[in-house]
C-alpha cells in the first residue's frame, strides 16, 4: 500500500497545510496526557471576547480498537470508534453525538496498491451519503468525490482533481465547489536540510471571471523552530512562529495584518499544545 495513491482528500494537502495550518488568530491550549495502558486525556480551550470555551476528551487504544470521546462546555458527548485492519487496507469508524440522535455516521476507508476508496453515511432514515475514490500511484493519483443528500434529493459536493508528488514538490488540479471554481496548488521544498519550503495556491471562480491568489512560505530557524509567512492578493499578511520547546509540545504565535479592516487591522493569536 505504500506505492499505492493517497486519498482523495489528500490531494493538495501539501500546500494547503504550509498555507492554512497551525494559523490562529485567538488564545487556545492544548493539554494531553498519555498512560502506558493506551489511555490519552485531552483538554482544549479558547478565549473568545473575554468567554472561555473548551472541551475535554479522553483516548483509549487496544490493539486494533481506538475509542475517542470529547465532552464539550454544553455536555455534549462526541464519541468515536475506530477498528483498524478490519481487512487488509480496511478500517471503519463509528462516530455519534449524545443527545443529537440523529448524528451517527459510518465511515469506511480502504486502500491498497492502486486505489484509495472513502466513503460515509448518516445513521438516518434519510441519510447523508459521501463517496471519494483515487485512482493511481503514489506519485500521480486523480479522483472525485461526491456528497448526496437523500433527505432533499440534492447533491451537497461534487469535486474532482489530479495531484502529482516527488520528493521535492507536489502539484494539484482541483475542479471545487461543484464545479464552479478552479483551484491549482503548487509547493516545492528548496532546502531539505533547512526545511524551506514555498507554496502557492490560485483560485478561478467561472461565474464571476475572478481570480485570487495565497503565497507562503516556510522555514526551520533551528531543529525546534519554525516561520511561516503567508501574503493573499486581498493584501492580508499573516506570520507564524512555532517553538517546541519539549518534546511534542509546542508553542505557536500567530499575526495576521488585514490592511482593509478600519477598526482592527491587526490579530494576533496563541497556541499551547502539552504533552508529556
Keep these: 500500500m505504500a506505492s499505492g495513491p493517497p486519498p482523495f482528500s489528500d490531494i493538495g494537502k501539501k500546500a494547503k497545510d504550509l498555507l492554512t495550518k497551525d494559523y490562529n488568530f485567538d488564545h487556545k491550549f492544548i493539554l494531553t496526557t498519555l498512560s502506558n495502558a493506551g ?42 470508534v475506530t477498528v483498524n485492519e478490519i481487512v487488509s487496507g480496511m478500517k471503519a469508524s463509528l ?29 438516518t432514515p434519510a441519510p447523508l451519503l459521501e463517496f471519494s475514490t483515487a485512482l493511481g500511484t503514489k506519485e500521480l493519483s486523480f479522483g472525485a468525490e461526491i456528497g448526496f443528500d437523500s433527505a432533499s434529493a440534492c447533491f451537497t459536493k461534487y469535486n474532482a482533481g489530479v495531484g502529482l508528488n516527488k520528493p521535492d514538490f507536489s502539484a494539484a488540479l482541483m475542479l471545487a465547489d461543484k464545479g464552479e471554481s478552479l483551484k491549482a496548488s503548487y509547493i516545492h521544498l528548496v ?3 533547512s526545511g524551506h519550503a514555498v507554496a502557492a495556491e490560485m483560485v478561478h471562480r467561472f461565474k464571476s471571471s475572478e481570480n485570487s491568489f495565497t503565497f507562503g512560505s516556510s522555514h526551520n530557524l533551528d531543529p525546534l523552530t519554525m516561520v511561516k509567512t503567508r501574503f493573499s492578493d486581498n493584501g492580508k499578511v499573516a506570520v507564524l512562529c512555532q517553538h517546541q520547546w519539549r518534546p511534542k509540545s509546542l508553542v505557536t504565535v500567530s499575526a495576521e495584518y488585514d490592511p482593509k479592516a478600519v477598526t482592527s487591522p491587526s490579530r494576533v493569536g496563541v497556541a499551547l499544545a502539552l504533552k508529556p
Excluded at 70 to 78: E, F, G, H, R
Excluded at 98 to 123: E, F, M
Design 39 to 80: 489511555l490519552a486525556i485531552t483538554a482544549t480551550g479558547m478565549k473568545l471576547n473575554e468567554l472561555f470555551l473548551g472541551d475535554v476528551g479522553t483516548q483509549y487504544k487496544s490493539g486494533r480498537t481506538t475509542v475517542d470521546v470529547k465532552v464539550n462546555t454544553n455536555s455534549n458527548v462526541s464519541t468515536t
Design 95 to 123: 462516530s455519534f453525538k449524545i443527545p443529537d440522535q440523529k448524528s451517527g455516521k459510518l465511515d469506511v476507508h480502504y486502500l491498497n496498491n492502486h486505489a484509495a476508496v472513502s466513503s460515509s453515511i448518516g445513521l
Design 191 to 193: 532546502d531539505p536540510i
